[in-house]
């Protein structure tokens, strides 16, 4: 898998604390910002498939907003069951404003 760059949206549009989706390729992904490093994982919950924008973000803890699983927005590291499986995270850069993430064209 090759991974490409997407540009997914201005960095001043995402407001600290505060939970964003994108989309690439059909697959819908979660940006948020917190302590002012831009993240990016998987935006459906591997619990069941809930929108993890529609959740709330408490420091670097996101949470689902079906059944309260908890993940690291850092790394997408599963911390709260029912959430047992980690959600995939990608590597965001931020270019002249623009944010950017890594993201493989066979994901």
């Known amino acids: 898998m090759s991974d490409t760059l997407h540009k997914l949206a201005r960095a001043?549009?995402?407001p600290e604390g505060r939970l964003r989706c994108?989309?690439?390729n059909g697959h819908r992904l979660l940006l948020a910002k917190v302590d002012g490093q831009l993240y990016c994982t998987d935006d459906l919950c591997t619990h069941e498939d809930a929108s993890?924008?529609?959740g709330s973000i408490h420091g670097?803890?996101?949470k689902c907003p079906l059944h309260n699983g908890c993940f690291d927005v850092r790394d997408g590291r599963a911390l709260e069951e029912p959430?047992?499986?980690d959600l995939r995270s990608y590597p965001v850069s931020v270019r002249d404003g623009d944010v950017f993430v890594?993201?493989?064209d066979d994901d």
Do not use: H, N, Q, T
Request: hydrophobic share 50%; aromatic share 12%.
């Open 12 to 14: 001043d549009a995402i």
């Open 22 to 24: 994108a989309e690439i």
């Open 52 to 54: 993890l924008c529609s």
């Open 60 to 62: 670097y803890v996101l």
């Open 83 to 85: 959430a047992e499986d």
């Open 102 to 104: 890594e993201f493989g």
